[in-house]
Every structure is written in C-alpha cells, then in structure tokens.
C-alpha cells in the first residue's frame, strides 16, 4: 500500500537566547513561531495563513553519543514540546496530546 504524503510548508522564524559565558549546563527554551505558506489538497483542516507556535525545552549538558563527524545522536536533548495553534486561525485544527518523550531523570 502507498502511503500518501501530505506536504506542508512553513515559514519559521526562531527566537534563540543564547547564554555567553554560561559556565555550567541549564535547560534551555526554543520558541518558533511558523505561519503555513503551502500545504497538500488533502489538509482539509489546515489553512494557508494558519499560524502556529511550537516551543521545545532542550537540556544543553546532553552530549553527542554518535562518534560520526557526518551526523549526531543526543538521547534526553528534548525534554519538553508545545505546540499551539493562534487562536486566529480559519484551519480547525489544533494541536493536541503529549509526546512521546523519554522521561530523563537525575
């Protein structure tokens, strides 16, 4: 069976703090802010215009456990995701659930 890919395109814009002279590790807040610029036909509950935030919580001490210069493997790096939809949007629909996280403990 073939499955069907359906294709949204997003324009990002990413708000990054980063901490100069950080000496020890912390969690750490990424906030995006994307508004669809494209979508497929079958998104039927996705509206081009349709604006959404997502905000991940990283933990900057996690250390890459792939020795391959080509790519990187961080398990535990997102320790929290939110997604939300601007509450303008014409699309019905929403965000919803919680992710499959690891649950990373001390």
């Given at each position: 069976m073939k499955k069907s890919k359906k294709v949204i395109n997003v324009a990002l814009a990413a708000a990054v703090w980063v901490l100069s002279g950080a000496a020890s590790a912390a969690l750490q807040?990424?906030?995006?802010?994307?508004?669809v610029t494209g979508k497929d036909s079958q998104l039927t509950n996705i509206d081009i215009g349709?604006?959404?935030?997502?905000?991940?919580t990283i933990d900057d001490s996690v250390t890459d456990?792939?020795?391959?210069?080509?790519?990187?493997?961080?398990p535990g790096l997102v320790t929290a995701f939110v997604a939300v939809a601007n509450a303008g949007n014409s699309g019905s629909w929403s965000p919803s659930g919680t992710p499959d996280l690891p649950v990373q403990t001390s």
């Open positions: 807040n990424l906030q995006f802010v994307g508004t349709d604006q959404f935030s997502v905000t991940l456990t792939n020795p391959s210069v080509g790519g990187g493997r961080f």
